[in-house]
């Protein structure tokens, strides 16, 4: 069974561009959530969508977004992109929303110049 | 509101001695769960534990879940050098199913 993929693995922006990440869950998962992480921090949560809707959000700006399609994939968008925003993002998928095991992907990392 | 605090934040041993982190949360959880970060990893799944009370071993690693669920601990007993890394709690609240995380313990051990 393949894990969860998030792509891309590694970019580079600039302050002020916009930036798209990917995750694909486990199959059959259809609960995602998103965590930035960066050095030496824990894990902030940004939001969970089960169903193609969102049903938590953390406490980030209205700069961060995503979505979830229908075959459960997952996007988040960082608009206007801040030196602060360089980061670890972590994508996981669970097979519920109340007791599930998070399955993390590898990440991508994000370096705003 | 509702937070898990996690402590220490680091802890330095020598291999061979024992390590614990403490969870504790301000309400009650219907579940803990435990993760383990290597570094330049990613978060891996260790452990659930569900019951008031439970106590779960895995090899050297004892977790334990509390009467009131509301805090737990994980015991590592004779480190070794492969249990370098963070580890993190994280329990759900039954109100909305969101999983509130503890900020990690990370294990160093000395050389």
Redesign the interface.
Known sequence: KAGVTQTPRYLIKTRGQQVTLSCSPISGHRSV?WYQQTPG???Q?LF?YFSETQ??KGNFPGRFSGRQFSNSRSEMNVSTLELGDSALY?C?SSMD???G???????SRLTVL | GQQVMQIPQYQHVQEGEDFTTYCNSSTTLSNIQWYKQRPGGHPVFLIQLVKSGEVKKQKRLTFQFGEAKKNSSLHITATQTTDVGTYFCAGHRDSNYQLIWGAGTKLIIKP
């Open positions: 959530s921090q824990g894990l949560f969970e049903r938590n972590l996981a929303r109340a007791t095991e998070l399955f993390f992907g590898e990440g």
